[in-house]
């Protein structure tokens, strides 16, 4: 099966892309620009009626939310390519639980780095130095906490590739970072 994979070349398309190749699963990808509107489009509004990507048809059912689909393709293909979930509820407790770590604490400020330090003038508002000073000690933070974890393992979820990778810097915003450190 030809998984169709709707999303921009930036973003959070391409976390959905390395769990697709990761489990060896065939895709395709649909290009939807979003500097140039069309994740707004009322075509694209039918797939994913949020308006943002990624967004993946899978035969009746429709996915959105990369997260939400590389969580369902590590469990659809669980016993195909690299193990992302891990192998007891333990590890699964964990993945499940950086990733949550991921999503509510290390996205916010990186994503709204983003924002102000590469796309406020592409999309017609001026960079918030405030807002810049803010997310970069948040999300300095988290990355403490990161540290510490790695310090123990290699990775955050113990010692083996999960979802939890793919999830963090597979994300192009924690280039903004890196760039901004160096």
Known sequence: MMVKV?????AS??????????????????AVDILKGEHKDPK???LQPFGTVPAIPDGDYTLY???????????KYKSQGTDLLGKTIKQRGVVEQWLEVEAQNFHPPIYNL???VLFSEKMGFPADAKVIEEN?????KVLDIYEERLSKSKYLVGNS???????????PTIWVLWARCI
Do not use: P, Q, W
């Not at 939310?65 to 469990?75: D, H, K, L, N, V």
């Not at 999960?162 to 810097?169: D, E, H, T, V």
């Open 65 to 75: 939310e990369s997260r939400a689909i590389i969580r369902y393709y590590a469990e």
């Open 136 to 140: 970069e000690k948040n999300l300095r």
């Open 44 to 46: 694209y509004l039918k």
């Open 161 to 171: 590739l999960a979802l939890l990778i793919l999830a963090i810097f597979l994300s």
């Open 114 to 116: 983003v924002l102000h």
């Open 6 to 10: 709707y999303g921009s070349d930036f």
């Open 13 to 30: 398309t391409k976390r959905v892309l390395l769990c697709l190749v990761e489990k060896g699963i065939e895709f395709e990808t649909v």
